[in-house]
């Protein structure tokens, strides 16, 4: 498989400390330093290039009715601008991925979904598809940028010079931008206030003026290492990662995103049995109360019986202790359960948060 590279990628190439390969991408691992661009989100503002991010362009009649039936949220209820956390399920109901879908027009959507799952959406959601429907993947043909922080909105004014302190989170806004058309979503993956600006371009020298002049303005660039540790701090879970389709969306905690009233969608039928029982596990959260970084594969014990592993952790700096997310076996589920997770030949004493890690500060 080719690697791909981000329109910004030349200018990255320059201005990173430390290039990685990401889901068939070539993209910004870090910039300066890890440290300096945790910080820069949760106290002042950064931003990271997301282009790596899958976007479909989905438009004609029909489409509202398609996009109810493949994801697990019903589009009928989205006004124009507005964005909708959602998952795409398989017919025994479990997790193909998740995403976001923003709608543009009456009967125009933009269904963003992870790099990991990309040549997988494709196929799925083509599979659905009535003819009166075009599906244009725009992943190559714009850009996706993420600016975060508690000062995000002071810099999209200075930005855009639009005041953006009143969008409501999942809301958009349109608008012409030195002749590029922007689509300015009041939204993030860190846990902290932030907007994407979705930038309808492949010009790379466009997007690079913005993306400068985003920095200019004193946002810090980031870089997926940091962004990994943020989205993990707010208890986000990773696609591919802290679940596949090999989990239910009851086992990774995430019916919340599921609308079950008002329309039927693939799966449906399979989740509402699985309702019936308690599963085996569910995902959470691990905070160790010793020392140590807990990393992915790393086995979870309650009283020298494994019961569960972990599927990604690291060190946060926010809390200057060891986080995780993880399976655990539902009966040890609990708020502030004690566990212990093996590592480096020994048990370390942790806790089972439900919640995130940190207070989360996006404007509700």
């Given at each position: 498989m080719s690697i791909r590279e981000p329109i910004l990628f030349p200018l990255h190439q320059k201005q990173a400390k430390e290039i990685t390969e990401f889901e068939g991408w070539r993209t910004p691992l870090v910039y300066k330093s890890l440290r300096e661009e945790h910080y820069a989100v949760r106290n002042s503002v950064g931003v990271f290039d997301v282009s790596h991010m899958k976007?479909?362009?989905?438009?004609?009649?029909?489409?509202?009715k398609y996009l109810s039936e493949i994801l697990t949220v019903d589009v009928s209820r989205l006004?124009?601008?507005?964005?909708?956390?959602?998952l795409l399920l398989n017919?025994?109901?479990?997790?193909?991925?998740?995403?976001?879908?923003?709608?543009?027009?009456?009967?125009?959507?933009?269904l963003t979904?992870?790099?990991?799952?990309?040549?997988?959406?494709?196929k799925w959601i083509r599979s659905f598809a009535p003819s009166t429907l075009s599906l244009d993947d725009i992943t190559e043909s714009s850009a996706l940028l993420a600016i975060q922080g508690p000062h995000s909105s002071l810099l999209v004014l200075k930005l855009l010079n639009l005041d953006v302190s009143t969008l409501k989170w999942f809301t958009g806004y349109f608008l012409n931008y030195e002749g590029i058309d922007i689509v300015v979503t009041r939204s993030g993956y860190t846990g902290e206030d932030g907007f994407e600006l979705l930038i309808k371009s492949d010009n790379p020298e466009k997007v690079g003026k913005i993306w400068n002049r985003i920095i200019s303005l004193g946002a810090v660039?980031?870089?997926?290492?940091a962004r990994d540790i943020l989205r993990l701090e707010a208890g986000y879970p990773l696609s591919q990662v802290d679940f596949d389709e090999t989990i239910t969306p009851i086992e990774a905690r995430l019916e919340w995103a599921i609308q079950f009233e008002g329309h039927e969608f693939i799966g449906k039928d399979?989740?509402?049995?699985?309702?019936?029982?308690?599963?085996?596990?569910f995902l959470v959260g691990i905070e160790l109360e010793e020392t140590g970084v807990p990393r992915r594969g790393m086995e979870v014990f309650e009283d020298n019986t494994q019961i569960g592993t972990v599927t990604s952790g690291n060190l946060s700096p926010t809390l200057k202790k060891g986080i995780a997310l993880g399976y655990v076996?539902?009966?040890v589920a609990e708020k502030d359960r004690i566990v212990t997770i093996w590592l480096k030949e020994d048990y370390r004493k942790a806790r089972i948060k439900l919640g995130p890690f940190i207070n989360i500060k996006i404007p509700r």
């Open positions: 976007r479909t362009l989905i438009k004609g009649p029909g489409a509202t006004k124009v601008g507005k964005m909708k956390y959602c017919e025994n109901a479990r997790l193909i991925d998740d995403g976001t879908v923003l709608k543009i027009d009456d009967d125009g959507y933009v979904t992870n790099a990991a799952t990309d040549a997988k959406v494709h660039p980031c870089g997926l290492a399979s989740l509402e049995e699985l309702k019936q029982c308690t599963p085996e596990r076996a539902s009966r």
